[in-house]
């Protein structure tokens, strides 16, 4: 058993440091963001899922 | 060992799971008028970005690079969208950074816009690195 308490540790120990890397700036998120925001603004993408029936004829 | 290996794999889905919230939260009412804002405002500056009067800057905001590209009858009014441009985008930049809880983020956020505008930026139009303009 004193395994099972050893991989609990472990397992604690990852959980932990994900949400230390919470802290730092998400980078490839941002970027995705981004993307998203300029999308709209610029317009590049039409029909921004907004309506269901998605391309006119 | 059984009991080592379901451990095992339940970290690891626990951690992808905290890995796929990688989203910014950008969808909050602010966001939506600064950007509902910038993308009106993007008509009348589309033109201006063609002529290469103004350019996309290094910094993540818009700059009026050659002046003498608009008519002296306009000069003023596009002054004046620069400057509304640049003041969404500033508000822009901290406000998804505030949404998510980390003001701090604000300069890589606008970092990465800064990158993001000018690699997006259309073939034609002038974008800044390193002080210097070229044309995309």
């Known amino acids: 058993m004193n395994r099972a308490l050893y991989a609990l540790l ?3 120990a990852m959980l932990s440091g994900c949400v230390t890397i919470n802290i730092y700036f998400p980078a490839a998120a941002a970027e995705k963001a981004a993307d998203r925001i300029i999308d709209e603004v610029w317009q590049l993408k039409k029909e921004q899922g907004a309506k269901p029936e998605g391309k006119q004829p | 060992m059984n009991a080592l290996k379901r451990i095992a794999l339940l970290a690891a889905l626990v951690a992808s799971a905290a890995w796929a919230q ?11 008028q600064i950007k509902s804002g910038m993308q009106a405002r993007h008509a009348q500056l589309a033109p201006h970005y063609a002529s290469g009067a103004v350019g996309l800057g290094a910094d993540g905001t818009v700059a009026l690079r050659d002046a003498s590209a608009v008519p002296l009858a306009q000069r003023q009014a596009v002054q004046g969208l620069v400057a509304q441009e640049n003041a969404d985008r500033a508000a822009l930049y901290r406000e998804i950074a505030r949404a998510n809880g980390h003001p701090e983020w604000e300069a890589d956020i606008r970092n990465t816009f800064a990158q993001r ?3 997006r930026a259309q073939p034609g139009w002038y974008v800044q690195s390193g002080g210097q303009w070229s044309r995309k």
């Open chain 2, 22 to 32: 990688g989203n910014l939260e950008i969808n909050t009412p602010a966001i939506s």
């Open chain 2, 117 to 119: 505008w000018i690699e």
């Open chain 1, 10 to 12: 472990i397992a604690a």
